[in-house]
């Protein structure tokens, strides 16, 4: 357990500096955000352990999310402002390296899928892309971000 929130911290410090690097963010002016982000993502990791039901962590850290950032929360305000200080492509830099690295774990398992989970893989990949692109389009042109 201590690994994984140690591993929360690391992947929040290397946002820190993807931020600061890719988004002339001071560490200090996003450090309060990403702090709150490294909580929620700790206290989700923990919801998963001691809640009989068994929900993937994505899904306890976005209800989290949801439920701090919503009007009914005390400072939630407080809360957008600070966290608004964190690129997201910060975060999903490290977020991602980590899910590569992870996987190589498991690369032996996946070479006894063949190559039809390539091809798979690849369709469904594809489809989720167009979609949310589909969907993003959709969302842009009906608020008249693009013309």
């Known amino acids: 357990m201590k690994d994984k929130i140690l591993t929360f911290v690391m992947i929040g410090i290397i946002a820190l500096m993807g931020n600061w690097i890719g988004y002339n963010v001071s560490p200090i002016d996003a450090l309060p955000g990403m702090m709150i982000i490294v909580a929620v993502t700790i206290l989700g990791f923990f919801f998963t352990k001691i809640f009989p039901i068994k929900l993937p962590i994505v899904i306890w850290v976005s209800m989290l999310a949801l ?11 407080s809360i957008i402002k600070v966290t608004e200080q964190v690129n997201f492509m910060a975060l ?16 032996k398992e996946f070479k006894k899928l063949g190559w039809r989970i390539v091809v798979i893989s690849l369709v469904v990949y594809t489809g989720t892309f167009l979609l949310s692109t589909l969907v993003a389009e959709i969302g842009f042109r009906l608020t008249g971000k693009f013309h």
């Open 67 to 77: 439920l701090i950032t919503t009007p009914i929360f005390p400072g939630n305000g």
């Open 92 to 107: 999903a830099t490290p977020i991602l390296a980590y899910a590569g690295l992870s996987f190589g774990k498991d690369l």
